[in-house]
């Protein structure tokens, strides 16, 4: 579903990813992890195909998204750690704009159960600035989720969720990867995915240090020892710094 | 603890300077710096070098040069009139300042002040302190920017530092006021005087004060021509005598104190009115501190406030307190399917003036035909209306020229979304020809509006213009409104390119109170856009002209017009058509984050 071969990702002098190569296959979710500026977020968004690679090529469910962005993009979904909603459109105006952008028919049929799985039909006509960032954040999910993409890439999901919005946050990433979802998902809540993510990749100035199941990476980062968390394996992989 | 608030201002002050200098080094700063820094030379420090009258180098004769200097120079006698018309003036802004609150007594404190300052172990009256003293240096700076505009009427006489001190103290007065107004008000207000009383109170006052005054001005003083013409010196003649009159003249003795450092016509003047303003600023001051209450609440709401405001606006957002609080109907309903583009064109409308809609563009069309025609059967109908076309026509050009500035609900506004608008599954020339529908629909719908008004009223008034016939004219005006929307379109293409290929400089076009650098930026931005319009418009007027020269003589003049319309559309579609697509390879290539990166 996701094939990454020689990513790299410039700006200028400085280079945020080197030479990222990985796959995601159907089912499984992927977690990105990393120290502050490793380059999870140049990554994500050189995946959805919001800033163009410098070199390297991704696949998107099998379209290339240098030659083919617009295949591509019908079948992915971004969700941004802020949600980035329009002020002056309701819960129910984005639907329908983001049905019209992608082309899906009988919108409503398919924004109603979505709506009511986030907790927000009751908000359908009110504007952003009346929803509180909870809700914004699952306004952006719906908005996402409209068009049934394959592939879905998460920056901090959990972020400004109440504690059970992140507990439903998870259910949703894990029913949707099971439906057969392809999941990319960045966080520095380790926690979080080793609940959630079947597969780790860990990143650092820009360089994969690791990727595997979370059996692979810790069973190479344990050092022998036996039941290694995530945080250990983390702290290990990138020596526990920054830089 | 004053000590200590005052390190504060004056480090921010000092860091603020020192980022302002750094920063140019990157050329977007230091070009536009340049360019802001000579157009402040030559229009405004140069002339403070050069005393009043023709420039150093113009050689004049003597007599000339005194009549010069006498008309350029108010003679004293008019210091009374200017005298009434600086405290008038002040009067208004201070009636304004006891009328219109309707909020609770609040000093304007930033967030990051009332987060550190406000729990701090500071007194209320050194807070008020800290804000007096801001709001002087606040002032100052207003007081140099306002003297560098009024150093230009060299009629008032004075020099730049009286003008600039005179501006001070008058800012000064001001703020003081609004803080001690508000302080008394919120008072007033506790006392349980409600806001519709206090007002009819504060009216009914002032109103008294001016009707005992009519009443005692002397009998043989004529009263102020009006209707037919101005006859000035009367006028100001009967406007002096108002104001000394009591009791109006004790009601506006502190404003006519206040403004007499700035009217002062020389420097000896000046100084002999500086002790009873400096006297009324130090009463001002005293009020203030005296009747301050607790204003901690409204501040930190007015803080939240101005903080939302400011963050919406920096991000290219509007003011979220007074917008986007209700939501509104679609302007046309959405369907699931079809052209992509009809939705930005959807979307973009809602986030505008409610009155885009075809209902209200074809009642303002049947009520501007209507009172056309009307106005035209008056008996000095054909004048008036020629007027009022000529006006019209003045205005369409001015909406082509300067309406894309104002009408941005297109990448301009959504530069903020780009990320999310590149996941769209669209190629980028019909995101961005999208994006351009909505200020095209906009700007096309007032043009087409002032067009119709010049169609309706303009006609030949002598001055030889009798070829313009009736049918050339809806010929014309039918090309124009056809060729409008490409036009429009193309007009907006240029700081939608501006804001995709320089998105670093158009940010930062958005700085608030730039200084010198952003002003340089956007006259540059501004001459780029000129420019870029007279290339751009300049092969589709030249076919045109050549269509109408090559078939006049054909087809006559009216049908020429059309067929000229038709070319001219053709080109400035074809070149709407290539920069669309232009647009859209830059914007599939755009990554902001490198684009912005410091």
């Given at each position: 579903?996701?094939?990454?071969?020689?990513?790299?990702?410039?700006?200028?002098?400085?280079?945020?990813?080197?030479?990222?190569?990985?796959?995601?296959?159907?089912?499984?979710?992927?977690?990105?992890?990393?120290?502050?500026?490793?380059?999870?977020?140049?990554?994500?968004?050189?995946?959805?195909?919001?800033?163009?690679?410098?070199?390297?090529?991704?696949?998107?469910?099998?379209?290339?998204l240098?030659?083919?962005p617009?295949?591509?993009?019908?079948?992915?979904?971004?969700?941004?750690?802020?949600?980035?909603?329009?002020?002056?459109?309701?819960?129910?105006?984005?639907?329908?704009?983001v049905?019209r952008?992608?082309?899906v028919?009988?919108?409503?049929?398919?924004?109603?159960?979505?709506?009511?799985?986030?907790?927000?039909?009751?908000?359908?006509?009110?504007?952003?600035?009346?929803?509180?960032?909870?809700?914004?954040?699952?306004?952006?999910?719906?908005?996402?989720?409209?068009?049934?993409?394959?592939?879905?890439?998460?920056d901090?999901?959990?972020?400004?969720?109440?504690?059970?919005?992140?507990r439903?946050?998870?259910?949703?990433?894990?029913?949707?990867?099971?439906?057969?979802?392809?999941?990319?998902?960045?966080?520095?809540?380790?926690?979080?995915?080793?609940?959630?993510?079947?597969?780790?990749?860990?990143?650092?100035q820009?360089?994969?240090?690791?990727?595997?199941?979370?059996?692979?990476?810790?069973?190479?980062?344990?050092?022998?020892?036996?039941?290694?968390?995530?945080?250990?394996?983390?702290?290990?992989?990138?020596?526990?710094?920054?830089? | 603890?004053?000590?200590?608030?005052?390190?504060?201002?004056?480090?921010?002050?000092?860091?603020?300077?020192?980022?302002?200098?750094?920063?140019?080094?990157?050329?977007?700063?230091l070009?536009?710096?340049?360019?802001?820094?000579?157009?402040?030379?030559?229009?405004?420090?140069?002339?403070?070098a050069?005393?009043?009258?023709?420039?150093?180098?113009?050689?004049?004769?003597?007599?000339?040069r005194?009549?010069?200097?006498?008309?350029?120079?108010?003679?004293?006698?008019?210091?009374?009139?200017?005298t009434?018309?600086?405290?008038?003036?002040?009067?208004?802004?201070?009636?304004?300042?006891?009328?219109?609150?309707?909020?609770?007594?609040?000093?304007?404190?930033s967030?990051?002040?009332?987060?550190?300052?406000?729990?701090?172990?500071?007194?209320?009256?050194?807070?008020?302190?800290f804000?007096?003293?801001?709001?002087?240096l606040?002032?100052?700076?207003?007081?140099?920017?306002?003297?560098?505009?009024?150093?230009?009427?060299?009629?008032?006489?004075g020099?730049?530092?009286?003008?600039?001190?005179?501006?001070?103290?008058?800012?000064?007065?001001?703020?003081l006021?609004?803080?001690?107004?508000?302080?008394?008000l919120?008072?007033?207000?506790?006392?349980?005087?409600?806001?519709w009383?206090?007002?009819?109170?504060?009216?009914?006052?002032?109103?008294?004060?001016?009707?005992?005054?009519?009443?005692?001005?002397?009998?043989?003083?004529?009263?102020?021509?009006?209707?037919?013409?101005?006859?000035?010196?009367?006028?100001?003649?009967?406007?002096?005598?108002?104001?000394t009159?009591?009791?109006?003249?004790?009601?506006?003795?502190?404003?006519?104190?206040?403004?007499?450092?700035?009217?002062?016509?020389?420097?000896?003047?000046?100084?002999?009115?500086?002790?009873?303003?400096?006297?009324?600023?130090t009463?001002?001051?005293?009020?203030v501190?005296?009747?301050?209450?607790?204003?901690?609440?409204?501040?930190?709401?007015?803080?939240?406030?101005r903080?939302?405001?400011?963050?919406?606006?920096?991000?290219?957002?509007?003011?979220?307190?007074?917008a986007?609080?209700?939501?509104?109907?679609?302007?046309?309903?959405?369907?699931?399917?079809?052209?992509?583009?009809?939705?930005?064109?959807?979307?973009?409308?809602?986030?505008?003036?409610?009155?885009?809609?075809?209902?209200?563009?074809g009642?303002?069309?049947?009520?501007?035909?209507?009172?056309?025609?009307?106005?035209?059967?008056?008996?000095?109908?054909?004048?008036?209306?020629?007027?009022?076309?000529?006006?019209?026509?003045?205005?369409?050009?001015?909406?082509?020229?300067?309406?894309?500035?104002?009408?941005?609900q297109?990448?301009?506004?959504?530069?903020?979304?780009?990320?999310?608008?590149?996941?769209?599954?669209?190629?980028?020339?019909?995101?961005?020809?999208?994006?351009l529908?909505?200020?095209?629909?906009?700007?096309?719908?007032?043009?087409?509006?002032?067009?119709?008004?010049?169609?309706?009223?303009?006609?030949?008034?002598?001055?030889?213009?009798?070829?313009?016939?009736?049918?050339?004219?809806?010929?014309?005006?039918?090309?124009?409104?056809?060729?409008?929307?490409?036009m429009?379109?193309?007009?907006?293409?240029?700081?939608?390119?501006?804001?995709?290929?320089?998105?670093?400089?158009?940010?930062?076009?958005?700085?608030?109170g730039g200084?010198?650098?952003?002003?340089?930026?956007?006259?540059?931005?501004?001459?780029?856009q000129?420019?870029?319009?007279?290339?751009?418009?300049?092969?589709?007027?030249?076919?045109?002209?050549?269509?109408?020269?090559?078939?006049?003589?054909?087809?006559?003049?009216t049908?020429?017009?059309?067929?000229?319309?038709?070319?001219?559309?053709?080109?400035?579609?074809?070149?709407?058509?290539?920069?669309?697509?232009?647009?859209?390879?830059?914007?599939?290539?755009?990554?902001?984050?490198?684009?912005?990166?410091?």
């Amino acid at each position: 579903m996701i094939e990454v071969s020689d990513l790299s990702k410039r700006y200028g002098s400085f280079t945020a990813v080197k030479q990222l190569s990985f796959a995601v296959r159907a089912g499984e979710v992927l977690g990105l992890v990393g120290p502050n500026g490793a380059g999870k977020t140049s990554t994500q968004r050189c995946l959805a195909g919001i800033i163009p690679v410098s070199s390297g090529s991704v696949r998107i469910a099998g379209h290339a998204l240098a030659e083919d962005p617009i295949a591509a993009k019908r079948a992915l979904a971004f969700f941004p750690d802020e949600p980035r909603l329009f002020d002056y459109l309701t819960v129910r105006q984005h639907l329908n704009f983001v049905a019209r952008i992608y082309g899906v028919r009988d919108h409503e049929a398919i924004a109603r159960p979505l709506l009511e799985e986030f907790e927000i039909a009751d908000k359908a006509d009110q504007l952003p600035g009346e929803l509180s960032r909870g809700m914004k954040q699952k306004l952006a999910i719906a908005c996402g989720l409209l068009h049934g993409p394959q592939v879905m890439f998460f920056d901090e999901p959990l972020t400004g969720l109440d504690p059970l919005g992140i507990r439903r946050m998870k259910d949703s990433i894990v029913q949707r990867a099971r439906a057969g979802a392809t999941i990319v998902l960045s966080s520095h809540l380790l926690h979080l995915l080793e609940e959630v993510c079947t597969h780790v990749l860990i990143l650092k100035q820009g360089v994969k240090i690791a990727d595997g199941t979370l059996a692979e990476v810790a069973a190479r980062f344990s050092q022998g020892e036996t039941d290694v968390s995530l945080e250990e394996v983390f702290i290990r992989a990138t020596g526990g710094t920054e830089s | 603890m004053l000590s200590a608030l005052l390190y504060l201002r004056a480090t921010s002050f000092r860091n603020w300077v020192v980022a302002r200098v750094r920063r140019l080094r990157q050329p977007k700063y230091l070009l536009g710096a340049i360019v802001g820094g000579a157009y402040f030379y030559f229009f405004f420090f140069r002339s403070l070098a050069t005393p009043p009258g023709p420039r150093a180098g113009t050689a004049l004769p003597d007599a000339a040069r005194e009549a010069m200097e006498a008309a350029v120079t108010l003679p004293a006698d008019w210091l009374p009139a200017t005298t009434a018309f600086g405290s008038l003036a002040l009067l208004i802004f201070t009636t304004f300042m006891w009328v219109v609150p309707t909020q609770r007594a609040a000093l304007g404190f930033s967030e990051a002040e009332i987060a550190f300052l406000f729990p701090a172990p500071v007194k209320r009256r050194s807070l008020v302190h800290f804000r007096l003293i801001s709001a002087q240096l606040r002032s100052l700076v207003g007081a140099g920017v306002m003297m560098l505009f009024s150093q230009r009427w060299s009629a008032l006489g004075g020099n730049a530092l009286t003008h600039a001190f005179g501006w001070w103290f008058i800012f000064s007065a001001l703020n003081l006021h609004f803080s001690g107004a508000s302080f008394t008000l919120t008072r007033l207000t506790d006392l349980g005087l409600q806001a519709w009383r206090r007002r009819i109170l504060v009216l009914g006052m002032i109103a008294s004060v001016f009707i005992a005054a009519l009443l005692r001005l002397p009998a043989e003083l004529p009263s102020p021509p009006l209707g037919t013409g101005i006859d000035l010196p009367a006028a100001s003649e009967w406007l002096v005598a108002l104001t000394t009159t009591a009791p109006l003249s004790w009601l506006l003795a502190p404003f006519r104190i206040v403004v007499a450092p700035f009217l002062a016509v020389d420097t000896r003047a000046f100084f002999i009115a500086l002790g009873p303003t400096l006297a009324v600023l130090t009463l001002h001051y005293l009020w203030v501190v005296k009747s301050a209450v607790a204003f901690e609440d409204a501040a930190v709401d007015y803080a939240q406030k101005r903080g939302a405001r400011l963050a919406a606006w920096r991000t290219g957002g509007r003011r979220p307190d007074d917008a986007f609080t209700k939501a509104r109907a679609a302007p046309f309903p959405l369907a699931d399917a079809g052209r992509p583009e009809l939705a930005f064109l959807w979307k973009n409308l809602l986030s505008t003036w409610p009155y885009f809609t075809v209902r209200v563009w074809g009642l303002a069309a049947l009520v501007i035909a209507g009172a056309g025609i009307w106005l035209r059967r008056q008996p000095e109908g054909p004048l008036l209306a020629s007027t009022v076309g000529g006006v019209a026509l003045i205005f369409s050009a001015y909406v082509v020229i300067v309406g894309p500035q104002f009408a941005r609900q297109d990448i301009r506004s959504d530069l903020t979304h780009a990320d999310l608008l590149k996941t769209y599954p669209l190629p980028g020339w019909q995101i961005v020809l999208g994006e351009l529908l909505a200020p095209t629909v906009i700007l096309t719908g007032v043009l087409w509006l002032t067009l119709l008004t010049a169609v309706v009223t303009l006609q030949p008034v002598g001055l030889g213009l009798s070829w313009l016939t009736p049918s050339l004219r809806l010929a014309a005006g039918l090309g124009l409104a056809c060729v409008a929307p490409v036009m429009v379109a193309l007009q907006l293409l240029v700081p939608n390119a501006a804001a995709l290929f320089f998105p670093g400089w158009f940010q930062m076009s958005r700085t608030r109170g730039g200084g010198p650098e952003v002003i340089g930026q956007r006259m540059i931005f501004f001459f780029a856009q000129v420019l870029t319009m007279l290339c751009a418009l300049l092969p589709a007027f030249l076919v045109g002209g050549a269509v109408i020269l090559m078939l006049h003589w054909i087809i006559g003049l009216t049908a020429a017009v059309v067929c000229a319309s038709l070319a001219v559309w053709v080109v400035l579609a074809g070149e709407v058509w290539a920069g669309v697509h232009w647009l859209g390879t830059r914007f599939e290539s755009l990554d902001l984050s490198a684009d912005l990166r410091p």
